[in-house]
């Protein structure tokens, strides 16, 4: 179930509200069970396996800690190890989860083409929605609770409600375990939250129907037009256009995981922080998906020694962050590429690149602009052929006769330049700055309203109402 659908909007969120205020004694329930309904609307068979994830990764983590009786001398040290054996099965169990729906077919499809015969067969199953981001909640769980930073062991139904939560389930931020634990025990809902987690979540649901959906259609239109023979302008307007689609897309997804947390009682973090106005790719990183970067570097990077070890390490640290940064958004080569990509621009960063680009700053700026959306041309086209295509005509070749031209170049202007001058004004820290200043006076009400019913008015009536991180 999409937050910005008319089922959400109308059917599921006021009926969900209204049981969660009246029944305060059984919020944690109420909100597993809620999840569990909005998740099932889109995955009826896949609630299953959210729910054997579950019951599956609270038995390790019980057994981590359980301590049979046994002589005094032995007891630390069978202790120790079966924490650990906890958290490796955990762990494995988890990957191996992931790996068979998301990752199985990717493997055996390139071996078989390595092969040059069937030698592994493909299953073709569907990917569970949210599977990338769950998993990545529970695998935190285990691991927090082996290091002692999740102190004491949740009880099932916190547990469950916790990774359940519909709000951030499908779409994240990954919230781990400790930022909410409190407010799982007890939480009040004032008025007050209320109303502000609904400003919040209708300034997000803006951002998702109003500029991401509707500058896809931009980026649409170009690439039906069909890569490998567009103009230099009009290529570079698209991958602009596709910059703006999934910043406005993510973003607004969870600003409204923000405000509907706070309807809930619950601060969920922060996963973005203005990465467009960076003057370098580090810098960028730092400041989009804050939540899956911190995941990486928490439990990949820093166990793998950081920047502690020597310049080689680091490289080779990054090196693999990257590459299984590519590889969780997706199954398929330009992920990897992606990812890789990437790793090459923050390496060349590391060498003292970064630091020059940061006392230029006007000259940062340009170089992000421009880098930033290549990358993102290299994220979302799969088909590799029309990924060539498509870089080639940023850097200006044309496979044969150009059939998209000035021609069409200016007419994409003229009907979509407001909305492009919309999304430069919003990538700014303006609008941020402005919202958070005024969200209490009574004049923001009234372009909010306005904003709730534009949005509402374009679902109804608009096709295109993608959300992208579905595909991850």
Known sequence: ??????????????????????????????????????????????????????????????????????????????????????????????????FVFKYWDFMAGSVNALAGKPFFPLLSLTLPLGISFYTFQMLSY??????????????????????????????????????????????????????????????????????????????????????????????????FAYSFQIYFDFWGYSVMAMGLGKMLGFSIPRNFDNPYVSCSVSEFWRRWHITLGSWFREYVYFPLGGSRKGHVKTIRNLFIVWALTG????????FVLWGVALFVLIALEKTGFGKWLESR????????????????????????????????????????????????????????????????????PLPGKLYWKWKDRWFLVLPLLGIFWWSVYEIVTGSNNPFLYFRF
């Open 1 to 98: 179930m999409l937050f910005s659908s008319v089922g959400f909007l109308f059917r599921f969120l006021p009926v969900f509200m209204i049981i969660y205020l009246v029944f305060p004694g059984y919020r944690n329930l109420i909100l597993l069970l809620g999840s569990l309904i909005f998740y099932g609307v889109g995955e009826p068979y896949f609630v299953l396996l959210l729910l054997l994830s579950i019951l599956i990764n609270y038995g390790f983590s019980c057994y981590m800690f359980w301590e049979p009786k046994s002589p005094q001398s032995d007891r630390k040290k069978k202790a120790k190890r079966r924490r650990k054996r906890a958290l490796v099965l955990a762990v494995v169990f988890d990957l191996a989860v992931l």
């Open 142 to 239: 285990q691991i927090d609770r082996y290091r002692g930073t999740v102190k004491e062991q949740a009880d099932f139904l916190s547990f469950a409600a916790y990774v359940c939560m519909f709000p951030q389930l499908i779409a994240g931020p990954i919230v781990r375990y400790e930022e909410v634990s409190a407010r799982m025990a007890n939480r009040r809902v004032r008025i007050r939250d209320l109303e502000n987690g609904f400003k919040l979540f209708i300034w997000g649901l803006g951002l998702k129907v109003l500029l991401a959906n509707q500058i896809g259609t931009l980026w649409n239109l170009i690439m039906t037009a069909g890569a490998g023979r567009l103009h230099v302008l009009v290529a570079w307007l698209g991958a």
């Open 327 to 334: 590889l969780w958004h997706g199954a398929d080569w330009n």
């Open 361 to 428: 700053r006007v000259v940062g700026h340009i170089y992000l602009l421009l880098i930033i959306p290549a990358t993102w041309v290299i994220f979302a086209i799969t088909d590799m052929g029309q990924l060539t295509g498509f870089m080639g005509n940023l850097a200006g070749y044309h496979q044969g006769e150009i059939l998209v031209g000035m021609t069409q170049f200016w007419r994409y202007l003229k009907e979509y330049g407001g909305l492009l001058i919309a999304c430069v004004i919003f990538i700014t």
